[in-house]
């Protein structure tokens, strides 16, 4: 149950694109198409952005895509908005009613 | 509309126990699994326990497996977690999750804070 690998953060300027990389393994990212993805604006509670790998739910912006390729899932910003700065966590089902988190990856719109 | 509250988070010294409490509304709780999840300060969020809907089936995280306990009362729509052993580690904002599609998390609570220390 280790954690799924994301960068501490990454930046852009308005209007830019961001990707946000989620690497797992074999036995969770890899071996499910079952990653969804989480915003988490400060003091706030998380909010699901992703489920499925690239399934939005009701509401979230379109200008949020989600992918995956191997053990690798990736979160892409396009046209990012000063409102997108926040918190963003990949998840990953892996097996038996398991769940594994990435660490967290902060977004800031410069 | 989808509520989730916990409460029951309290200073606690190591060793000690506290029963975390998730209070649902706005959906038919008894069809759903529910899950907890933890984030210490300033870290990521952490999957430590989930239930099924009938409360029939329980699955813990390797770090928490024989000193927590998840449970549920569908007849009064609330979920639980009874935290025993409490280690500094354990220090976190304990957050109860509502099952979504895809084996998602589609509502989240707030949180409660558990603080274990001396």
């Known amino acids: 149950q280790s954690a799924l690998t994301q960068p501490r953060s990454v930046s852009g300027s308005p209007g830019q694109s961001v990707t946000i990389s989620c690497t797992g393994t074999?036995?969770?990212?890899?071996?499910?198409?079952?990653v969804s993805w989480y915003q988490q604006h400060p003091g706030k509670a998380p909010k699901l952005m992703f489920y499925?790998?690239?399934k939005r739910p009701s509401g979230v912006p379109d200008h949020f895509s989600g992918s995956k390729s191997g053990n690798t899932a990736s979160l892409t910003i396009s046209g990012l908005q000063a409102e997108d700065e926040a918190d963003y966590y990949c998840?990953?089902?892996?097996?038996?009613?398991?769940?594994?988190f990435g660490g967290g990856t902060k977004v800031t719109v410069l | 509309e989808v509520q989730l509250l916990e409460s029951g988070g309290d200073l606690v010294q190591p060793g000690g126990s506290l029963r975390l409490s998730c209070a649902a509304s706005?959906?038919?709780?008894?069809?759903?699994?529910m899950t907890w999840v933890r984030q210490a300060p300033g870290k990521g969020l952490e999957w430590v326990s989930s239930?099924?809907?009938?409360?029939?089936?329980?699955y813990y995280a390797d770090s928490v497996k024989g000193r927590f306990t998840i449970s549920r009362d569908n007849s009064k729509n609330t979920l639980y977690l009874q935290v025993n052993s409490l280690r500094a580690e354990d220090t976190a904002v304990y957050s109860c999750?509502?099952?979504?599609?895809?084996?998602?998390?589609?509502?989240w609570g707030q949180g409660t804070l558990v603080t274990v220390s001396s």
């Open positions: 999750a509502k099952e979504g599609i895809g084996y998602s998390f589609d509502y």
């Open positions: 706005g959906f038919t709780f008894s069809f759903y699994a």
């Open positions: 239930v099924t809907n009938s409360g029939d089936d329980t």
């Open positions: 074999s036995s969770d990212v890899g071996g499910y198409n079952l």
């Open positions: 499925d790998v690239n």
């Open positions: 998840c990953s089902y892996a097996g038996s009613f398991t769940w594994v």
